[in-house]
């Protein structure tokens, strides 16, 4: 299980000139095409990177809360991933620099519109920035703790770790909840000041669950069809084609929960932020978003053969990956105009998953693959449904 | 005892004890290719791979209610677009009446409900062949061992090939500790008489039931029968009601409230009517002929079908009709017209309470038109 594996160099090159020619294409999107599309991008890839680095981290806490042991062989996986977040929340930094293109209670017209007025108790700049700064601290100290401390593990073998894990996964829930509810209410309803759905921590995430096991799941099939975790077998991520299902049915109910409350009451201060993000050329990117971040992980999963078979697990994987991405797309760029997917994106595209690709092969090399020192392993790995 | 087993024809199944899973699993391998009987196991705790050995399949239950939830998801949505949007269209809101968006909440209920009594039907009476109260093996002498600390495996008789014979001998070179031959109970196969007389005891108990509640609510009004939205506190018009100061319980309308099509009319006089009032209706086709018909339904009876005054019932009636094709009239505005109708004239009444504002604009109208018709010249023919 220590066998190390040399990443090939081809590989790391080819990822380079991905984010060198990403780079370039960005830097040429923000000198042409503007600042507003380039901060939109910009703030789509962290918000995408950063929910998966911290729905694998929520992964790890609530291994950690609920005192699993099935997950205990494959917790490396969202550890590894979970390295996204350092990544992230510097995005999120830079992003503080387009926070006056983006948000437009930031502007002075804004001082003449009675809803912003009520509301700048929170739509502060000053607060804005301490709450950002907060929810990163706290990202960081947990994703620390919990991936760092699970690496010292492998060659101190010191059950303290593991009492003390479990101990912090209940403070972790709570600033998680809360800190996941911020995000989304400060950096995507924020764009539109004027709506607001009480729903939207919720569905934040629903989406950032959902996109953190599917990761989670690809990234051990990934690892066993390569050998890479032997003894891993069906029983172990047939669980994780469970957790799947439920949230994605989770995801559905509180995202048509929180569409059908505000179709019904038709109130026109709530019922604008939806009717741009159905009519239009939006309209099939809704639908193209229920498909793929439902339906089609619904019907492949739903069946417990379809748990057991590798490559249907690994469809609706990638289709909720991808549906995860349309949806932050479908929820950030509606403030632009219509639907657009342009040489712009595709550059932005380019830099950020080569960059996010170089960092995650950076993390696939730290320590062993499966978590030797953690007292729970041979429990885990004789787990039995 | 147990070697005296009954014949093979009552033979429900040779029941084989093991103490260990192990050699359970291990005679199960063996036994299951001889395809002697249909191959069934009993553990008093879960044994991982006796499922396998003994060749369980996967239970076809989720088929079931995957299919039928389907199913209860299709006849939720075409009912209701049957009921709403065909048989009893109910504007809501201005919504479309086939609002998908409202169906998906029952549409969920009636996928869930069909699946799960899917669920618990088809298990009761399809897997657990529900008339047939008590499983044979109930009635082994190892039932006590079974449930403590045994397994069993068992040889079902399938079909008139079974040996019982050979079914034992097979069980105990495979290592079972004992073998006991299980008979079949008489009640295995319920009659036609069994459950006739079981769905008439249901009909009756529902008969008892729904009578005996009926007479109860009748003879013994204890409790009220709930009569729906009579009884509600509620105010009703023309009653004296406590709640307002004037003691009534109709209100009387926002003083100024003008109702639709019932504009107040002000002037004392015809002639006053004249001096202020314009015709408002801009004529067309349709005003008209709505002209046309509000003056043959009224007018027309006294002033004539061509306004000329000359009545269509007998002149001892007495009055003399005005003739409305008179230079007089000519000279006079609409809104005289419209006075008259409103005020009424020597021996014709107001028409204020028959006729609404539009109503007598276009009277008035058609007036204008019969003037016109009366100097009709050549080239007005078509």
Not at chain 1, 91 to 104: D, E, Q
């Amino acid at each position: 299980m220590n066998r190390s594996v040399t990443p090939s160099r081809l590989g790391r090159n080819l990822l380079y000139a991905l984010v060198l020619l990403g780079g370039a294409g960005s830097a040429a999107a923000y000198l042409t095409v503007g600042p507003q599309r380039f901060w939109a991008n910009w703030l789509l890839w962290a918000i995408f990177l950063l929910t998966l680095g911290l729905g694998n981290l929520f992964l790890v806490a609530l291994e950690r809360l609920v005192g699993a042991h099935w997950s205990v062989p494959m917790r490396r996986v969202p550890e590894r991933i979970a390295s996204l977040i350092p990544l992230a929340t510097t995005l999120f930094l830079v992003a503080l620099l387009g926070v006056p293109v983006l948000f437009s209670w930031t502007r002075p017209e804004a001082a003449h519109n009675p809803i912003l007025v009520a509301k700048s108790a929170w739509l502060n700049l000053p607060f804005f920035v301490v709450r950002l700064l907060l929810c990163i601290g706290a990202w960081l100290l947990f994703y620390r703790f919990y991936v760092h401390g699970s690496l010292r593990q492998d060659k101190s073998r010191d059950f303290a770790f593991t009492v003390r894990a479990r101990r912090l996964a209940p403070p972790f829930m709570v600033v998680f909840f809360f800190s996941i509810s911020i995000l989304a209410f400060d950096w995507i309803s924020g764009l539109e000041p004027e709506w607001y759905s009480d729903m939207f921590g919720v569905y934040l995430f629903a989406g950032t669950f959902l996109a953190g096991i599917a990761s989670m799941t690809l990234g051990v099939l990934t690892m066993l069809r390569r050998g890479r975790l032997p003894q891993v077998e069906t029983r172990h991520y047939y669980n994780l084609g469970t957790l799947g299902l439920a949230f994605t049915v989770f995801y559905a109910y509180i995202a048509f929960a929180q569409y059908m409350l505000i179709w019904y009451a038709n109130l026109p201060e709530e019922v604008v932020w939806v009717q741009r993000r159905v009519t239009g050329g939006w309209g099939p990117v809704a639908l193209t978003l229920a498909f793929l971040h439902f339906f089609v992980p619904f019907f492949l999963l739903i069946g417990s053969a379809g748990k057991r078979n590798q490559t249907v697990v690994i469809i609706a994987t990638l289709s909720i990956l991808l549906g995860h991405f349309i949806d932050m797309y479908w929820l950030i760029f509606p403030e632009l105009g219509a639907p657009r997917f342009g040489w712009p994106e595709a550059s932005m595209a380019a830099l950020f998953l080569g960059l996010a690709f170089l960092r995650l092969r950076a993390a696939m090399q730290r320590g062993a693959d499966l978590p030797v020192g953690d007292p729970l392993l041979a429990k885990g790995l004789e787990w039995q449904p | 005892m147990p070697d005296s087993g009954p014949s093979s024809a009552s033979t429900f199944a040779v029941v084989g004890l093991f103490a260990e899973p192990e050699a359970i699993i291990a005679a199960a391998r063996r036994i299951r290719p001889r395809k002697l009987g249909r191959l069934e196991a009993y553990s008093p705790y879960p044994v991982h791979g006796l499922a396998q050995a003994i060749g369980l399949g996967e239970s076809r239950l989720g088929t079931y209610v995957m299919g039928m939830g389907v199913l209860g998801a299709l006849l939720a949505i075409l009912f209701e677009w049957w009921t709403s949007a065909i048989d009893y269209p109910l504007n809501t809101g201005g919504k479309p009446l086939f609002s998908w968006q409202a169906f998906v909440p029952v549409m969920f209920e009636v996928t869930v409900l069909f699946a799960t009594f899917t669920a618990g039907l088809a298990m009761l009476f399809a897997f657990n062949r529900l008339p047939l109260f008590g499983h044979p093996i109930l009635h082994a002498k190892v039932i006590g061992q079974i449930t403590r600390d045994r397994l069993a495996l068992s040889l079902e008789r399938t079909g008139p090939g079974f040996d019982t014979e050979q079914a034992r001998r097979a069980l105990l070179e495979s290592g079972a500790l004992s073998v006991e031959t299980v008979a079949l109970p008489s009640f295995a196969e319920p009659s036609l008489r069994w459950l006739l007389r079981t769905v008439a005891g249901i009909v009756a108990a529902c008969l008892v039931a729904g009578v005996g509640i009926y007479l109860a609510e009748k003879l013994v009004p204890v409790v009220p029968p709930m009569i729906h939205m009579h009884d509600q506190p509620k105010l009703n018009a023309f009653r004296p009601s406590t709640f307002f100061a004037d003691g009534s319980g109709m209100r009387p309308a926002v003083a100024g409230t003008v109702a639709r099509g019932h504009l107040p009319f002000l002037p004392k006089s015809p002639e006053e009517a004249g001096r202020i009032l314009v015709n408002p209706l801009p004529l067309d086709q349709r005003v008209a002929q709505r002209g046309r018909k509000v003056f043959d339904d009224h007018c027309a009876v006294c002033h004539g079908v061509v306004g000329n005054g000359v009545p269509l019932l007998s002149s001892a009636y007495g009055a003399k009709p005005a003739n409305l094709l008179s230079s007089d009239l000519r000279g006079r505005p609409d809104g005289y017209i419209y006075g008259v109708l409103m005020l009424g004239k020597n021996a014709m009444p107001s028409y204020a309470a028959d006729l609404d504002a539009d109503d007598r604009w276009a009277a008035v109208h058609y007036v204008r038109i019969l003037e016109r018709a009366e100097d009709a010249r050549d080239e007005d023919l078509p």
